[in-house]
């Protein structure tokens, strides 16, 4: 059995702790955006956009999720209002505060299980929840509807 030099060289680095390089190539990061919804001196309201219209997969919104926090709590102390919303860009575009503020993103488990959930309706009841208002309207409406 014959050993190449390469590995040979790569096993000795590897064992005397010199850096060993490697090929890495870079990886997209993924297409999330925030939107403030509600500013105040206790609490800021935001939607992480996770999804754009997608005109080729039929489905032509914005699927954002609706997170509120304390500014002064610290970042793991939030509460999710919605996990999952359907906007129009309209809808989106008026629930836009222009201000800034510190948000977070947080692991979007949630939002991905909704939007499956979403996905596997039939067209119909899509297109039933999609909010044309604005976030906040939509989401306090879908809060009174739960019993």
Not at 28 to 57: F, M
Not at 73 to 82: I, T, V
Request: include cysteine.
């Amino acid at each position: 059995m014959r050993i190449s030099p390469g590995a040979i060289l790569l096993a000795v680095a590897t064992i005397l702790g010199a850096p060993v390089f490697a090929r890495a190539d870079a990886v997209k990061p993924p297409d999330v955006s925030t939107v403030i919804l509600s500013l105040s001196p206790r609490t800021v309201r935001w939607a992480t956009v996770h999804k754009h219209p997608e005109p080729a997969d039929h489905d032509l919104y914005y699927h954002v999720e609706v997170i509120e926090k304390e500014r002064a709590s610290p970042p793991w102390q939030f509460k999710r209002l919605a996990a999952h919303v359907v906007v129009t860009a309209d809808a989106l575009d008026r629930s836009r505060l222009r201000r800034k503020a510190k948000t977070y993103f947080y692991k979007d488990i949630e939002f991905r299980i909704a939007y499956r959930a979403w996905r596997a309706q039939p067209l119909m009841q899509q297109e039933a929840g999609v909010c044309h208002t604005t976030i906040l309207e939509c989401v306090d409406a879908a809060d009174n509807i739960r019993p």
